[in-house]
């Protein structure tokens, strides 16, 4: 018998006693969680929900904080001047619309970027996060976190920062941290020792736990939720994963916890502001000693005098960059274009354009990244002409990614021809991002040909990206993410499913008329999508997919109708309650109690909405 039949079998004639009052306040599905539960294992999302924000990033973290999931993995790298902040990779050219090295860059610099809008217009101006903000915000926010550091010799900062915000107790260290001295460590409670999944049994977790530790599992590029229930049932402790929604449902959590929003540090702009400063006499000497600052020989001086000239009157500063555009020294141009770019003023476009055909490539790159800050559409023709003859992989992909950021229309076709004609798979990536942003009838299909395209880890992440852009253009997409979901690869058709998702109720009915593809996998995928978007027009069809040949398809309609939640499912779900194969059993079981739970739930609030 289900248990939450049990329970209320058991504890049927207290319903009036106050003890049995207290648990009535709390969710039927909650406490079926916890009787099933008893071990609670920690969900870590891989630097954030990927499907839905920018990795390492303050929207990653508050959303993780509005779904409810235990904690977040972020990856530490430190400055130039030694400021510790939140990166992946060794450059920040792929997050972010900057260029370089992070531990060539100062802070200052890093902080004029942004973080945010190569993933989507509504996360514009996200800021690159300091460790020490986050810290804070995970805190306030009881957030837990695997710190895991991209560089060597950083441990003993971060381990300073952890100490300063009384962390010890919410942070699993990684990276270059878990090579810390027995002393060093030993304020760290948590220790996790990775188990890979093929080799997880109760008997090693078992083990670990005896030492005190933490049995650790990383499941990534998989939403599969046998692998997920599985790792969880066998006492698994911390999973870090890409799909934390998918074990957050399994936990039976997702359904109880309603957005939210908690509090969280407000940030403040990233860009200076002008100033406006009377003394005529003293601005003028301030822009000439900046101005020589310029034309000096140490980098971070040079950039920070670029700096400083941002801050100033136009009128008085303007004039000066410009002619510094004429400089012999490729870091002077590189410096003055740089400023330039965030004056706001689109009429200093015909002045950068004059470097697209600079002779080095660094300050070609710096001159098409200022067009894109400057929003200077006049200068798309000019960098469509540079795209045709440009060889360097750098000033290619940052061409791409600038065209997507000024959206014209007549970039489409040279974006589409990279994608057609390019073999480097990082210029690809830009081209795709850049589409996303451009929506064409002929974009479709060539992202979808990148979508299922088998090219191997290179293409990885722009067959991802090609996923997301999909899913942006919305319902003109569907077609092609259909076909995806009877793709022979396993990565394409979760990708595909994701996206389909992510565009929602317009992609309904191309999903029901999925659950009668000939192809097995488009069947299952098309149900567990229509699962995650709880369509209740979808019940019937689900309830005819319960019917199917394929237990794994008849596995995802039930979850699926489970998820929906419909108490019209329910007699067809019973039925299945008994069935010979373990895994349609066990999942009907888990269906029919989410019903009866949220059927529960529904029948006391409304109870309670009648009292006077």
């Known amino acids: 018998m289900p248990v939450l039949l049990e329970y209320l079998k058991k504890y049927g004639q207290k319903?009036?006693?106050?003890?049995?009052f207290a648990l009535l306040l709390i969710p039927a599905s909650s406490l079926l969680a916890f009787a099933e539960n008893v071990h609670k294992t920690e969900i870590i999302a891989h630097h954030g929900v990927l499907e839905d924000v920018p990795e390492n990033t303050f929207a990653a973290l508050r959303r993780v904080v509005e779904l409810g999931i235990d904690g977040i993995e972020i990856d530490i790298r430190q400055t130039k001047d030694h400021q510790l902040i939140l990166m992946c990779d060794e450059t920040i050219d792929r997050t972010t619309n900057?260029?370089?090295?992070?531990d060539q860059l100062l802070y200052a610099e890093i902080q004029q970027y942004d973080a945010g809008?190569?993933?989507?217009?509504?996360?514009?101006?996200?800021?690159?996060?300091?460790?020490?903000?986050?810290?804070?915000?995970?805190?306030?926010?009881?957030?837990?976190l695997i710190l895991n550091a991209r560089q060597v010799c950083i441990e003993k900062q971060v381990l300073d920062l952890v100490q300063s915000y009384d962390m010890y107790s919410q942070v699993y260290l990684w990276g270059t941290l878990r090579n810390l001295n027995t002393e060093e460590a030993e304020q760290f409670v948590k220790e996790l020792?990775?188990?890979?999944?093929?080799?997880?049994?109760?008997?090693?977790?078992?083990?670990?736990?005896?030492?005190?530790?933490?049995?650790?599992?990383?499941?990534?590029?998989?939403?599969?939720?046998?692998?997920i229930k599985d790792q969880i049932n066998m006492g698994v402790d911390v999973i870090l994963m890409d799909y934390p929604c998918v074990a957050q449902d399994i936990l039976g959590i997702q359904d109880q916890i309603p957005a939210r929003q908690r509090p969280f540090k407000s940030r403040k702009t990233n860009h200076p502001q002008q100033e406006e400063i009377d003394?005529?006499?003293?601005?003028?000497?301030?822009?000439?000693?900046?101005?020589?600052?310029?034309?000096?020989?140490?980098?971070?001086?040079?950039?920070?005098?670029?700096?400083?000239?941002?801050?100033?009157?136009?009128?008085?500063?303007?004039?000066?960059?410009?002619?510094?555009?004429?400089?012999?020294?490729?870091?002077?141009?590189?410096?003055?274009?740089?400023?330039?770019?965030?004056?706001?003023?689109?009429?200093?476009?015909?002045?950068?354009?004059?470097?697209?055909?600079?002779?080095?490539?660094?300050?070609?790159?710096?001159?098409?990244?200022?067009?894109?800050?400057?929003?200077?559409?006049?200068?798309?023709?000019?960098?469509?002409?540079?795209?045709?003859?440009?060889?360097?992989?750098g000033v290619k992909y940052d061409i791409a990614r600038t065209l997507g950021i000024l959206k014209d229309p007549g970039s489409a076709f040279p974006l589409l021809t990279i994608l057609t004609n390019e073999k480097d798979w990082y210029v690809k990536s830009a081209a795709v991002e850049a589409l996303s942003h451009i929506?064409?009838?002929?974009?479709?299909?060539?992202?979808?040909?990148?979508?299922?395209?088998?090219?191997?880890e290179d293409a990885a992440w722009t067959r991802t990206k090609a996923a997301w852009a999909l899913a942006a253009m919305g319902k003109e997409s569907i077609p092609q993410l259909i076909r995806a979901l009877s793709d022979n690869e396993e990565?394409?058709?979760?990708r595909a499913e994701w996206a389909l998702v992510k565009i929602g109720q317009p992609a309904v009915r191309s999903l029901v008329h999925a659950l009668h593809e000939p192809n097995k996998f488009a069947r299952e995928r098309g149900a567990q999508a229509l699962g995650w978007i709880k369509d209740k027009s979808t019940v019937t069809a689900l309830i005819w997919a319960l019917k199917d040949t394929e237990p794994s398809v008849v596995c995802s309609a039930v979850w699926a109708l489970g998820k929906i939640g419909d108490p019209k499912a329910l007699s067809a779900l019973q039925s299945l309650m008994n069935h010979k194969n373990s895994a349609i059993r066990e999942n009907a079981n888990e269906s029919v109690e989410r019903i009866l739970a949220k059927k529960e739930n529904m029948v006391y609030y409304k109870k309670s909405l009648q009292k006077p």
């Open 491 to 494: 990565v394409t058709r979760r």
């Open 98 to 102: 900057g260029k370089g090295r992070v």
């Open 193 to 227: 020792v990775l188990i890979s999944p093929e080799e997880i049994t109760e008997e090693k977790i078992a083990r670990i736990h005896e030492e005190k530790k933490y049995a650790f599992s990383i499941i990534l590029n998989s939403d599969d939720r046998k692998t």
């Open 439 to 456: 929506y064409t009838d002929k974009a479709v299909h060539v992202l979808a040909d990148i979508l299922v395209t088998d090219a191997g």
């Open 117 to 144: 809008s190569w993933r989507g217009p509504e996360f514009k101006n996200e800021p690159i996060p300091l460790l020490s903000d986050v810290l804070e915000f995970c805190k306030i926010n009881n957030l837990k």
């Open 279 to 393: 003394n005529k006499m003293y601005v003028r000497e301030k822009v000439k000693a900046l101005v020589k600052a310029i034309k000096g020989t140490d980098p971070d001086k040079t950039r920070t005098a670029a700096m400083a000239l941002m801050v100033l009157p136009q009128r008085h500063t303007i004039p000066p960059l410009v002619k510094l555009l004429k400089n012999k020294h490729p870091r002077i141009k590189q410096d003055a274009a740089w400023a330039l770019g965030f004056c706001g003023n689109e009429d200093i476009a015909v002045y950068i354009q004059s470097l697209l055909s600079d002779k080095n490539p660094e300050v070609r790159r710096e001159a098409v990244l200022v067009l894109g800050r400057l929003g200077s559409t006049q200068s798309v023709p000019v960098l469509i002409e540079t795209l045709k003859t440009e060889t360097n992989r």
């Open 15 to 20: 319903l009036f006693s106050i003890q049995f």
